[in-house]
């Protein structure tokens, strides 16, 4: 399909409050592929519709992934995590390595040594008092080491 005006944008509608099952849901995936259509069909821009905060984690990667993919829409989810979750996790390769694991889980074919490697990457920030520099870090791997209990349809709740 072609955009029916020469200046016309997109909206997507995945977790957010207009897409009632799930609700506020981690839609890493699902904004990539918007953001990548939206630029193969010509839209001039399309937006998401947040009314959480990124203290709620799934939201979070939500809008580090739209914010990523409307600057770089034919990016990989390994070139997300290099570059913009190893931003906030502290390297590239720590980055990918979380992009890996929470696309693992979100298939539901997390292993037990990913699941052992959440676990120990999560309690490493925690050895001691973590740096407020340190913060937001933790705060990724421990909502992934908690998820990765639960099946992938049970994340929607999660708020530190």
Known sequence: MKPPSSRSAGFLHQA????WVPRYEMAVSAIKEGCLKAYRTGLEGVSIHGEVTSRHIPWALNYLAFSHFIHWPEDS????GRKTMGQVLGSEDEGERFVELLTAWDAGSLTEEQKKD???R????KAGLPQLSDLE???CWAWLDRVASSP???HTASFF
């Open 137 to 139: 870090r933790y705060r």
């Open 16 to 19: 957010s409050q207009w897409n």
């Open 152 to 154: 992938p349809e049970k």
């Open 77 to 80: 989810l390994r070139e997300f």
């Open 118 to 120: 959440l676990s120990k």
């Open 122 to 125: 999560r309690w490493g920030y």
